[in-house]
């Protein structure tokens, strides 16, 4: 059986590098928006995501003021993490923020030249605040250790 992860296992998962995957609230009559994300993530701290101003995106996510996270490791022994909470600022990011964000993703090298390269399309990107409110995890370790 799966059994959540306490608060400092879930923590320190949600703070490796991997995609996330964002869902907020959509117009009426739709389904929520889901997407893959790059984010950022300290234990204690918030989570910060990455986006286009006038995107979809942002502007459902304004309108909502709240969204949820969910990462998952499907490598190895299945767990997850998913994670929600409102919005609790915003702010334009600096080209070393938006390369910040892109190392955590990319190799060292590439990180700098998708930065240089995404300076026309992603330059006015935005970075937003979650404060984390509800988590929701699993974690199969221990089903996995029982049957080997």
């Known amino acids: 059986m799966a059994r959540k992860m306490t608060k400092d296992e879930r923590e320190a998962f949600l703070a490796r590098p991997q995609v996330?995957?964002?869902?907020?609230?959509?117009?009426?009559?739709?389904?929520?928006?889901?997407?893959?994300i790059w984010y950022r993530y300290e234990p204690g701290g918030d989570v910060v995501v990455m986006t286009s101003p006038g995107s979809r995106k942002s502007r459902l996510i304004e309108a909502a003021g709240r969204f949820a996270l969910c990462v998952q490791q499907q490598d190895g022994v299945y767990k997850y993490a998913s994670v929600e909470g409102p919005v609790v600022e915003s702010w334009p990011m600096t080209k070393a923020q938006r390369h910040e964000m892109a190392a955590r993703y990319l190799p060292p090298g590439v990180s700098e030249a998708y930065t240089d390269a995404t300076d026309d399309t992603h330059g006015s990107n935005i970075a937003i605040v979650m404060?984390?409110?509800?988590?929701?995890?699993?974690?199969?370790?221990?089903?996995?250790?029982?049957?080997?």
């Open 131 to 148: 404060r984390p409110e509800r988590w929701n995890t699993s974690d199969f370790s221990d089903l996995a250790e029982k049957l080997s």
């Open 20 to 36: 996330g995957v964002l869902s907020v609230a959509a117009e009426a009559g739709r389904a929520p928006l889901t997407t893959p």
